[in-house]
């Protein structure tokens, strides 16, 4: 079954430096999503991607954050110099359809310790 | 500010029996809502769904109840498996499903043997 890989599963970098999250969608998927979960709290949407530009972001994804699809393969998050509160799980999604009626399908995630 | 609540943070049942998971929302305009479970060190996997048109979906051994005008729906497993254990997750999204989905802060569902 197709799916979303996520690398690194885990990265624990210093605050102040900057962290790229890596995603590769599945290959026929258009729509592309970042949420995070911070340890106890809900899922959180950060940001929508398509047509190689973002079409929706929350109040969360600030100047800090940037996303970009450099190859056509891979979907990245990087975030600019990382804050203490930046420390959460990092799910990237896809779906073929904008609609998410039938579901998002989500990578596993990358655990971001930020120290 | 949560659009999408869920109450109750774990849940334990009884292997065999049912289990209901609730799920409630505050935005009028969330018109298809979904479950999500997830398993430790995996993303979330899509479950069911249903539309505000509908009360009910079944799938299974899972299925989903809205009441609309208590902006409230269930997720019921029936009967409940040990494989159920996991962190269940309530979504919701609105026009027809287009914007990105809001998720409430998962209930933990233990099943046991």
């Known amino acids: 079954e197709p799916e979303v890989t996520q690398t690194p599963s885990h990265q624990v970098t210093q605050m102040g430096q900057e962290v790229i999250l890596r995603c590769v969608p599945i290959?026929?998927?258009?729509?592309f999503y970042w949420y995070r979960q911070i340890l106890g709290q809900k899922v959180e949407f950060l940001v929508s991607?398509?047509?190689?530009?973002?079409?929706?972001k929350s109040e969360i994804f600030d100047d800090q954050f940037s996303v970009e699809r450099p190859d056509g393969s891979n979907f990245t998050l990087k975030i600019r110099s990382t804050k203490l509160e930046d420390s959460a799980m990092y799910f990237c999604?896809?779906?073929?359809?904008?609609?998410?009626?039938?579901?998002?399908?989500f990578g596993s995630g990358t655990r971001l310790t930020v120290v | 500010d949560q659009q999408v609540k869920q109450n109750s943070p774990s849940l334990s049942v009884q292997e065999g029996r049912i289990s209901i998971l609730n799920c409630d929302y505050t935005?009028?305009?969330?018109?298809?809502f979904l479950w999500y479970k997830k398993y430790p060190a995996e993303g979330p996997t899509f479950l069911i769904s249903?539309?505000?048109?509908?009360d009910k979906n079944e799938d299974g051994r899972f299925t989903v109840f809205l009441n609309k005008s208590a902006k409230h729906l269930s997720l019921h497993i029936v009967p409940s498996q040990p494989g159920d254990s996991a962190v269940y997750f309530c979504?919701?999204?609105?026009?027809?499903?287009?914007?990105?989905?809001?998720f409430g802060k998962g209930t933990r569902l233990s099943v046991i043997a």
């Open positions: 999604a896809s779906s073929e359809f904008r609609t998410g009626v039938t579901g998002y399908t």
């Open positions: 290959s026929n998927h258009l729509y």
């Open positions: 991607f398509y047509n190689n530009e973002i079409s929706e």
């Open positions: 935005n009028s305009m969330f018109d298809y």
């Open positions: 249903i539309s505000s048109i509908k």
């Open positions: 979504a919701a999204s609105s026009n027809s499903g287009n914007t990105p989905l809001v």
